[in-house]
């Protein structure tokens, strides 16, 4: 009968233990993402000096503004009082000045409902876009397909629109 309770007082240990790797490394993922609105806008942002089919520009820079929004809401829910022992065990002495925003349930409710609406916005938007980019890529495919062939002379012609439609099939299927 003792065995049971040493292997009872092993399996309490090493639950504690791995409870003290494991609790920093769950809570460090939404402190990572803390940074990740900042990429969105910077996609944004080379999204709108890229040169694109005017659809799919404005799709893209949408889907991107939207996802900012979602990640910057999502994260005023998360960086709250109830996180900030998390937030206080990974960044060690300094988190202690750091002030947290402390919502109201209520608050807290609607400022989730405004993130889920922006993720679902740039879900929305990514299938637009998708939907419009498809429809391009169609239509050059189409159009590359009608093109005749003329003679000798314009074989390198013929080998870049073969490439081309190749390459317009692959993205179209992927």
């Known amino acids: ?3 049971t309770q040493d292997t009872s007082r092993n399996s309490k ?3 504690v233990s791995l409870l003290t790797i494991v609790y920093p490394i769950h809570a460090s993922y939404p402190v990572l993402r803390l940074g990740k609105p900042i990429e969105h806008l910077q996609a944004a942002l080379r999204a709108a000096l890229a040169t694109a089919p005017v659809g799919e520009q404005l799709t893209t820079i949408a889907r991107q503004i939207s ?4 990640l910057s809401y999502d994260a005023i829910v998360w960086v709250r009082p109830s996180n900030a022992a998390a937030f206080r065990l990974l ?20 400022v989730q409902k405004t993130s889920f609406q922006f993720w679902f916005a740039g879900i929305l938007f990514s299938i637009i876009n998708s939907v419009l980019k498809t429809a391009r890529l169609a239509k050059e495919a189409k159009r590359l397909e009608s ?3 003329w003679g000798e002379k314009d074989l390198a012609d013929e080998a870049a629109r073969e490439t081309r439609l190749s390459a317009i099939k692959t993205s179209v299927l992927s």
């Not at 996802?67 to 979602?70: A, D, Q, R």
């Not at 960044?91 to 608050?107: V, W």
């Open 1 to 3: 009968m003792g065995g």
């Open 13 to 15: 240990e090493m639950y």
């Open 147 to 149: 093109t005749k062939t």
């Open 91 to 110: 960044m060690r002495s300094k988190a202690n000045s750091i002030k947290f925003i402390a919502l109201k349930p209520e608050t807290s409710r609607k």
């Open 67 to 70: 996802y900012f929004f979602f």
